[in-house]
C-alpha cells in the first residue's frame, strides 16, 4: 500500500512539473530514483516510455499550444515547453550537451544568429522542411529555418496626417517629423533589424546618419513594445511610429485596443525602391537534442498547412509555406512589394546596429 501511495505521488509530480519547467522534472526524477531502485525501474517506464519533444520557446503560450495541441492530437507526441521572454540562448550554452532542450522558436532572425553564434544549433536535412518553405527563408545547410513573416511596418494618425505623410524608412529622418515618432527601444530585436537592412543597403555611416535623424525626431524616450506606440498615437503623444504587421491584427480582436488600431493607418514602407523589410520567427534544432527525430517530426509540422493556417488565423503573421493564405484581414492590407536582400545580408549588421543604436544615443 505504502509502495502505491509513493508511486502514485511521484507520478503525480512528474506530470505537473512537466508543463512547468522539464528540467526541473529531471532532477525529480533523479531523486525519485535514488530513494528507491524498484520504484525507479517502474518510473523510467512509465515516465520516459511516452514519446515527447523538449521546446525552449521565445514564442508566446497563447500562439504556440493551439499548435502544439493539434501536433500531439496528430501524432500522440507529448511537447514540453519552457516559454521565455529572454536568455534561452544563454541558457542552452550554459547547459551545453546537456539541455533536455531539442528546439529553440524564435520570435526574429537576430536569435537564430545569436542561437548559432553561440555553437548550440545542429543541422537538419528534410525534403518536408525543403518543399514547405522557400530557399529565401531557410539556411541553405539546415541550420535554421523561418517559420512566419512579417513586415515592419509605418503607422501614422488617421486624424493628424492627413497629408505629407512618411513614404520611406529613410523619410523618418526626415525634420518635417520632429516631435511627431514614437517607437520601442532602439536595442530591441525588432529594430536592430531594421537598422542592420539599413546598413545593408546603404552602409555604416548612411545608417548612422539615418538613426540620428530618426532619434532627432522623436517625440518622447523610446519605450514599451510596438504596441505601445500605437496607444501613444491614439492618444495624441505622436504621429508616427514602426510597428510589425501582426500587432495591428492582434489590437483590432482586443475590445481594449482596437480604439488604437483604428487610430492610425498603415503604411508598407519603400514601396517604389527595395521593398518593406521583412523579419521572421523560426526554429532551430539543438546541438543537445535527445529526441531529435520527434523534433523534426515537430519542425515539420509547423511548417505543414495545418500549422500555418494556425499562425495565419491566431497571430496574422504572413504564412512561410505558399501553399496558405493570409487571414482575410491580412489579405485586405493588400499586396506590396518586399525587400528580398537575404535575412543572413541583413543580420550580419546586427551587432553594427545595436552599435549604433548606442552611438547616438537613440534610447536616451
Ligand atoms: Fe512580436
Redesign the pocket.
Known sequence: MWLLMRMIRITICIKSGKLEDFANMKTRIIAALACSTILGTLLSTNAFSAESVNVYSYRQPFLIAPIFDSFTKQTGIKVNTVFAKKGLVERLKSEGKNSPADLLLT??FNTINAAIDADVVEAVTSDVLSVNIPAQFRDPDGLWFGLTN?ARLIVVSKERMTQNRPETYEDLADPTYKGKICTRSGKHN?MVALTASVIAHAGQDAARKWLSGVKDNLARKPQG??RAQVKAISQGECDIAII?S??MGKMLADDKQIAWANSVDLIFPNQADRGTHMNISGVVLTKSAGNKSNAIKLMEYLSSADAQKIYAEVNYEYPINKSVSPSELVQSWGDFTYDTLPLTQVSKYRNDASRLADEVNYDY
Open positions: 520570435s526574429d512579417r525588432y513594445n510596438d510589425n501582426y500587432y
